[in-house]
């Protein structure tokens, strides 16, 4: 019913920049919270940043003052802006829609994308 695609992945050097978007289809009425987690090898999923429909932004510490979030409320799409990026940023980044409301009137609390990789060099 709700599918979420990430694009923009990829390799850059450390000190450089990537911008990674999402797009969510399907019967979406509303979407209260979009965001992006990661997860490097060897360890678990984390949360870099999230952003309520009213566009409320959250960040994990390590990512303050480096990336950026944004949503468009009417395309369903949540940017991530990333720059200053380090090599500790290398993973695979997820895409995250919390709180779906469908237009069937149906309410869904996660959906998620199928990852899109980053990989930072030194």
């Known amino acids: 019913q709700v599918q979420l695609v990430e694009s923009g992945g990829g390799l850059v050097q450390a000190g450089g920049s990537l911008n990674l978007s999402c797009a969510a289809s399907?019967?979406?009425?509303?979407?209260?919270?979009m965001g992006w987690h990661r997860q490097a090898p060897g360890k678990q999923r984390e949360l870099v940043a999230t952003?309520?429909?009213?566009?409320?932004?959250n960040y994990a510490d390590s990512v303050k003052g480096r990336f950026t979030i944004s949503r468009d409320n009417a395309k369903n799409t949540v940017n991530l802006q990333m720059n200053s990026l380090e090599p500790e940023d290398t993973a695979v980044y997820y895409c995250?829609?919390?709180?779906?409301?469908?237009?069937?009137?149906?309410?869904?609390?996660?959906?998620w994308g199928k990852g899109t990789l980053v990989t930072v060099s030194s």
């Open positions: 995250n829609a919390r709180g779906v409301l469908l237009t069937t009137g149906r309410y869904s609390i996660d959906y």
């Open positions: 399907g019967s979406i009425f509303s979407i209260n919270t």
């Open positions: 952003i309520t429909n009213g566009k409320r932004g």
